[in-house]
């Protein structure tokens, strides 16, 4: 079946450096790859989200690559803030049922003011 | 406006007992999701509505696992004979649903302990 494996599995950095995280995919036919986070307590929230049919996308200080070839996407998070502390998701959607998220097993993120 | 609310937030009952968690999808979303999240791990995906029916519940464990949306809004799911490996987070989410791959709204979670 599916299987979207992500690394590190922890990553501390200090505030004002960049934070990156990857994940590499199984199912060569996903199209749909969003980034969640979420903060203890809380449930995940979609920060970005990239198809596809284009190879980067970026919104403000976040920004995420894909490599279709090689299936694996990037997070990257430049400037990084104490607010961005927070455990990061990616997961993928399969072909044969899009409406359906398989996650990765996170990313604890921790910036150091 | 109010995103997916989840009751309660907390439960904790016996092994054995049945247990019943409650999710309010955002107005007007038809499409609603459960997913399991155990500790450290990533949400699992465990049923899917579109409407009133269960279009895909695969990823439900086994037949103690069962969810209904009688109306098309709120959705129940409920777990007879309880067992300590149910313990986890259950999140709910929804989304428009009328097209492939909609940004899933989550709520926060139940945290389900099984004693």
Do not use: M
């Amino acid at each position: 079946g599916e299987n979207v494996e992500q690394h590190p599995s922890t990553l501390s950095v200090q505030e004002g450096d960049s934070a990156v995280i990857k994940c590499t995919y199984s199912d060569s036919a996903s199209n749909y790859f969003p980034w969640y986070k979420q903060e203890l307590g809380k449930g995940p929230q979609l920060i970005i989200d990239i198809r596809s049919n284009v190879g980067e996308k970026k919104d403000q200080r976040i920004a995420v690559t894909l490599n279709k070839t090689a299936k694996h996407f990037s997070l990257h998070i430049t400037e990084t803030q104490p607010e961005d502390s927070a455990v990061y998701f990616c997961a993928i959607t399969p072909l044969d049922s899009s409406y359906k998220l398989i996650f990765g097993s996170g990313t604890r993120l921790l910036v150091r003011p | 406006g109010a995103g997916v609310s989840q009751t309660p937030s907390n439960k904790v009952t016996e092994k054995g007992k049945y247990v019943e968690l409650r999710c309010d999808p955002i107005s007007g979303h038809t499409a609603l999701y459960w997913y399991r999240q155990s500790l450290g791990q990533g949400p699992e995906f465990l049923i899917y509505f579109q409407g009133t029916g269960a279009a895909d519940d695969s990823g439900l464990p086994n037949d103690r696992f069962f969810a209904v949306r009688p109306e098309g809004s709120v959705s129940t799911l409920k777990i007879q004979r309880t067992e300590r490996g149910d313990s986890a987070v259950y999140l709910c989410a929804s989304s428009l649903g009328t097209l492939r791959n909609n940004e899933q709204f989550f709520g926060p979670g139940t945290r389900l302990t099984v004693l």
